[in-house]
């Protein structure tokens, strides 16, 4: 299987998310059956992303998850509400310098 996995990081509100699936939406792309596209917008967005690609048969994902599993993490999100929502998450990011040992 191969995978494509598109991180939006901060990159689109609402309108120019709607506008980026049509426009996606359009292009053929070649033999899906052995590839998998998992888009990974902010967490406000994951839902409506998630909606607008059913019919694309799109995945979703989240762009980060919390090392800790519950508690009072001021804007963290937990593994537990994200698999709510969606089924992949991206873990560790190069921008924040981003170790094995972090």
Request: glycine share 6%; hydrophobic share 40%; charged share 25%.
């Amino acid at each position: 299987m191969n995978y494509f996995i598109a991180n939006w990081k901060m990159n689109m509100g609402i309108k120019e998310i709607i506008s980026w699936m049509e426009e996606f939406s359009k292009i053929k792309l070649i033999d899906r059956s052995n590839r998998k596209i998992i888009l990974c917008p902010s967490h406000s967005h994951i839902a409506l992303v998630k909606e607008l690609s059913k019919k694309m048969g799109f995945f979703v994902g989240a762009q980060d998850v919390s090392v800790f599993e519950k508690g009072a993490h001021t804007g963290e999100t937990g593994n537990f509400q994200l698999k709510e929502l969606c089924t992949y998450s991206l873990v560790g990011h190069s921008e924040r310098k981003e170790s094995f040992e972090s």
